[in-house]
């Protein structure tokens, strides 16, 4: 099978050192609008050549868009001008809704099939690619009805080998719970780091009081905004809502805390404790809020 990766960044790196080393393609095509990452993934090993996506669509009977959302609503529509009937489509966007709706009445339709991997780092570039990113976690195919048996087969074969788990959901679900599990996640985190930095001027008084918790709730904060500008802009509607609720949630805390209503503050925090049975579950079944 020859592969091109579109977009040769943390996930299309990954999956590349992936494919490779799991040997489920022969030739791997990387397309990537910044000649940096091209050239590193070449340095790295992660591609066997890089081309244009013109090249690369027309050579390659799996293409892979790891772009931003943005670029995948540009670049869809295009690939599947040009595809021929036994050339797959996907893409690895946290964000699904506005993508399907990009090419709902596309004659290709079929051949794209929508998917998320629920897995990542707050890191970005070739160089953040990792081996087994994939493994025992989650990916979310979207509205599989609408997608051709031997595409989505194809795809669910790869992500399997890769050692994901399948689910499957309409767009609109997706995006509704990916706001809440995922995309809250990382506002919170942004916020956090701009409160932090807004307040402590001094940075090495971060340094001295700063420890593993604060650490590990603010990494998110390094992921990179032009991924992440566009998931926001595309999931407006479903972010918004999950941000009101969770402001509502901080205000209820604030109240507690400013009427110095503590056996209140105490009952919040015993009730989202409740959350370690749900992160156990995921644990066993596999996945990520990345």
């Known amino acids: 099978m020859r592969v091109a990766i579109v977009g040769l960044g943390l996930i299309g790196g990954s999956l590349a050192k992936d494919l490779r080393a799991k040997g489920i393609c022969q030739e791997i095509h990387g397309v990537d609008s910044s000649q940096e990452n091209s050239d590193k993934a070449l340095e790295l090993g992660l591609v066997d050549n890089?081309?244009?996506?013109?090249?690369?669509?027309?050579?390659?009977?799996?293409?892979?868009?790891?772009?931003?959302?943005?670029?995948v609503v540009t670049l869809l529509p295009q690939i599947l001008d040009n595809i021929s009937e036994d050339q797959t489509v996907t893409d690895v966007g946290s964000t699904k809704l506005e993508i399907i709706e990009s090419v709902k009445d596309h004659p290709n339709r079929g051949q794209y099939i929508p998917a998320h991997p629920m897995s990542g780092t707050e890191f970005s570039g070739p160089e953040a690619a990792q081996l087994d990113l994939f493994k025992n976690k989650v990916t979310v195919i979207c509205d599989p009805d609408d997608c051709w048996k031997a595409h989505l087969d194809r795809v669910c074969d790869i992500f399997k080998a890769l050692g994901m788990k399948i689910t499957?959901?309409?767009?609109?679900?997706?995006?509704?719970?990916?706001?809440?599990?995922?995309?809250?996640?990382h506002i919170s985190s942004f916020v956090l780091a701009s409160t932090v930095l807004d307040k402590e001027k001094k940075v090495t008084e971060i340094f001295n009081l700063a420890g593993a918790g604060f650490e590990s709730t603010v990494r998110l904060a390094k992921s990179s905004p032009d991924m992440w500008a566009p998931i926001f802009e595309h999931n407006n509607q479903y972010i918004v809502e999950a941000l009101a609720s969770y402001i509502d949630h901080l205000k209820i805390f604030h109240l507690a805390l400013t009427t110095k209503n503590y056996d209140l503050t105490k009952a919040l925090m015993s009730q989202s404790n409740?959350?370690?049975?749900?992160?156990?579950?995921?644990?066993?079944?596999g996945g990520s809020n990345e």
Request: proline share 2%.
């Open 168 to 185: 499957h959901m309409n767009a609109s679900e997706h995006d509704l719970n990916a706001a809440y599990v995922s995309h809250l996640s």
């Open 50 to 71: 890089v081309a244009t996506l013109e090249d690369a669509s027309s050579n390659c009977d799996l293409i892979i868009l790891c772009t931003p959302v943005n670029a």
């Open 274 to 285: 409740e959350i370690k049975r749900v992160l156990e579950n995921m644990d066993k079944n």
